[in-house]
């Protein structure tokens, strides 16, 4: 049954008039000088993860009237709906139970068991690969979720990294990137794993192929110990001539299965403990989103802050900024998280939505940020909130450079809400731009699994809010399609029925 629309609801109208009364003008400096208690309230310790949101353009008025908002737009029914196993996402119609993936055992459930299963299978042939020293080299083709997760996690954990092997990932069709790899590694040192929720993404399989096809005129003779699939389709992977193959399940997101097969090369880089150190985290950041009063439901908060500024405050974008190298590549993974599950523009309904979903999400590590696009979040005609993701004890013993990156972190927050009014023109800051600061005790795998779980569910929190189905991605299709079409066109040079500019630049490419 369809929950009330958001922009219907009374608390919507309640969080407009608010806005215009004081949430336009609200000053952070002025609500830090008025409340002692500031940082207190509006901060708060989650499992793993320390998040203070108090330098957010939000006081505990402005929270209880989003908390108004989730309340009649139903967001608890359709949280435990979720963890109910109800299919909630009725355009593809399949239940959402990646939670599932980092949830203990539960041999009543047959679901829950057969995850085991696999996870227990998967996580010792990680240790057998861990153990095979002939193995020098995993790559990992997949593309979109089957590569942005895994890929993330092992940069994001190479501090623990078992010694002696490397890991890659192909995604794009781009021959370029497969070429590259495989001029490094040697057919039998090789353990290629082909990831794909479907078994038929064009980029996953044109990679595989050829990578099936070097390793053959190499004189690779052992497909089946060099190759492992790890998708929903076990029937394709079979007639590929893959041999080895663990699996997953419809109700997994691609952009939510890094806690599943998919999450192969992690625990061969991190070993199963590791790996299951990951899961744990993010099971405990679960039974929070599930069990936390609202008020001090740490994705619930940032969810409906998020709503705050999308459909309120009118910001189109949110930069993130890991302050730690090894997460470079999170701001990538968070890309596909958010967008592709909130860039919709109708209710789970397919009626059209009279406001804005997903911002722009963007952004690169501190301090390099720094020296190349935070000149436009100081001084810029836009507002951008900014993410902080510092962690306390760095991974590394060199001297100074942990406590300066976290100065430079905290500097950078600093600034955006003071500003300096005291220099005129050029170099005036205006202040006032908000700012989250997460901060995690050490990066390791139980606080990434927390992190990336509270990101999860606060994409779910906005998307619920919104009464779109964050489950779907339709939009990537009609790209697919329109590809095939002109792919063949490339070959023949048929023109007929192309628009004047897809025409001119197809005969441009096929000049020569
Ligand atoms: O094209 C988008 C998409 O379907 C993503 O949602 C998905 O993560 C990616 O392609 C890869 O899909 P697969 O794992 O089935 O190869």
Redesign the pocket.
């Known amino acids: 049954m369809a929950r009330p629309r958001c922009d219907r609801t009374a608390a919507w109208r309640q969080l407009q008039e608010r806005f215009r009364a004081s949430g336009a003008g609200f000053d952070l400096r002025t609500a830090f000088a008025q409340d002692p208690a500031r940082f207190d309230a509006l901060s708060q310790q989650a499992p793993h993860v320390f998040a203070d949101l108090s330098k957010n353009l939000v006081d505990a008025g402005t929270e209880q009237a989003l908390l108004a908002l989730a309340r009649e737009t139903q967001l608890e029914a359709h949280r435990d709906a979720m963890f109910a196993g109800a299919r909630i996402n009725n355009t593809e119609d399949r239940a959402v139970k990646h939670w599932l993936l980092r949830a203990p055992r539960d041999g009543a459930d047959a679901d829950s068991v057969a995850v085991h299963d696999t996870l227990d299978a998967m996580l010792a042939f990680a240790e057998r690969v861990r153990g095979d020293a002939a193995i020098t080299d995993v790559v990992n083709i997949?593309?979109?979720?089957?590569d942005l997760g895994p890929q993330m996690a092992v940069a994001a954990l190479e501090s623990l990294a078992i010694p002696g092997k490397r890991f890659h990932f192909v995604s794009n069709i781009d021959g370029h990137e497969l070429a590259a790899v495989l001029k490094k590694v040697r057919a039998d040192g090789t353990l290629f794993l082909v990831?794909?929720?479907?078994?038929?993404?064009l980029e996953?399989m044109t990679n595989a192929r050829s990578a099936r096809a070097w390793f053959t005129q190499q004189g690779g003779k052992d497909v089946a110990r060099h190759f492992a699939a790890l998708t929903t389709n076990v029937e394709a992977a079979r007639q590929f001539g893959i041999a080895t193959t663990f699996g997953f399940w419809d109700w997994v997101?691609?952009?939510y299965?890094l806690w599943s097969a998919i999450g192969l090369p992690i625990a061969i880089a991190i070993g199963a403990q590791g790996f299951r150190d990951l899961l744990a985290g993010a099971h405990a950041m679960d039974e929070h989103f599930r069990t936390a009063p609202l008020e001090r439901n740490l994705p619930v908060r940032l969810g409906l802050l998020d709503v705050w500024y999308r459909n309120f405050h009118g910001f189109t974008s949110r930069s993130i900024a890991p302050y730690h190298s090894a997460l470079r590549r999170l701001p990538a993974y968070l890309q596909?998280l958010e967008m592709?599950s909130n860039g919709k523009g109708v209710d789970a309904q397919g009626q059209p939505l009279a406001f804005a979903t997903s911002p722009v999400l963007w952004g690169e590590p501190g301090t390099n940020g720094q020296h190349a696009y935070f000149q436009m979040l100081h001084q810029g005609t836009d507002r951008v909130p900014v993410e902080f993701i510092a962690v306390r004890a760095p991974a590394h013993e060199l001297e100074g450079h942990h406590e300066l990156l976290l100065a430079n972190a905290l500097a950078q927050a600093q600034a955006l809400m003071q500003g300096r009014a005291d220099a005129g023109g050029h170099r005036n800051f205006a202040g006032n731009r908000p700012s989250t600061f997460f901060v995690l005790e050490a990066l390791t795998p139980a606080s990434l699994g927390a992190l990336l779980a509270l990101y999860e569910h606060r994409v779910f929190t906005s998307g619920a809010v919104w009464g779109i189905d964050s489950f779907d991605?339709w939009g990537?299709e009609l790209g697919?399609v329109l590809a095939s079409d002109i792919a063949q066109r490339l070959r023949s040079g048929a023109q007929e029925g192309l628009d004047a500019s897809t025409a001119g630049l197809l005969r441009r490419l096929r000049r020569g």
């Open positions: 997949g593309i979109g979720g089957s990831a794909s929720k479907t078994f038929t993404t996953t997101g691609g952009r299965s596909q592709e991605q990537v697919k």
